[in-house]
């Protein structure tokens, strides 16, 4: 069965400092892995999704992950914080076989400091 | 492309009573989602639907929640005999059928308190 650990329930980083949000998966299948953010009171918006086509996968608001198998890592990283990038961000394994059916960490809440 | 749209946005109700939720997904988008998302947890898969065909429900949908899809376009979730448990914001997303690489595409969900 497919599952996703999020290390870290909240992070704090300086702005213009690195941000790195650590996600651990476990899949039986090779995975297909995402990553999501939440703003207050909204809905969740796609950051990135890996679908084995390339290890590093390229974002929106230059984020981006790498996919490690050896680690079943996806972590998380943007070099430079802005205040706007304050929100929640969950990661997420597709189930598989005939099914989009996502699983989700229990999320990262990113506070960014002036 | 209009995203996906859902109504209402906030829903205070009493204990016992029924709701309705209403979810809109991208036009032409073939799946429909529902997850259920409490506080400081990530989305929990409720059902989706394919087409008009609801294909999978989850153990978390008791037999107080329905949902219906019934020409395959927008979507509806009853809760009856709500409980206090129920509180909840319930997530909508829509997607084109492509297996799991398939991007979800989420409204701003449903915000349920039941007092």
């Known amino acids: 069965a497919q599952s996703v650990t999020q290390l870290g329930s909240h992070v704090s980083v300086s702005e213009g400092a690195l941000v790195l949000l650590r996600c651990n998966y476990s899949s039986s299948v090779p995975p297909y892995l995402f990553w999501y953010v939440q703003y207050p009171n909204q809905g969740l918006q796609l950051l990135l999704k890996y679908t084995s086509a390339a290890t590093l996968v390229k974002g929106i608001n230059d984020f981006e992950a790498e996919f490690k198998k050896s680690e079943t890592s996806f972590h998380l990283t943007k070099p430079s914080a802005h205040m706007s990038d304050a929100a929640e961000y969950f990661c997420a394994v597709a189930v598989g076989g005939n099914t989009g059916k996502l699983i989700f960490g229990q999320g990262t809440t990113l506070q960014v400091k002036p | ?115």
């Open chain 2, 1 to 115: 492309d209009t995203g996906v749209s859902q109504n209402p946005r906030h829903k205070i109700t009493k204990r016992g009573q029924n709701v309705t939720f209403r979810c809109d997904p991208i036009s032409e988008h073939n799946r429909l989602y529902w997850y259920r998302q409490t506080l400081g947890q990530g989305p929990e898969f409720l059902t989706y639907f394919q087409n008009e065909a609801q294909l999978e429900k989850s153990r978390l949908l008791s037999d107080r929640f329905s949902a219906e899809r019934p020409k395959g376009s927008f979507s509806t979730l009853e809760i009856q005999r709500t409980e206090q448990g129920d509180s909840a914001m319930y997530l909508c997303a829509s997607s084109l059928l492509f297996g799991p690489q398939e991007t979800q595409y989420f409204g701003p969900g449903t915000r349920l308190l039941v007092l």
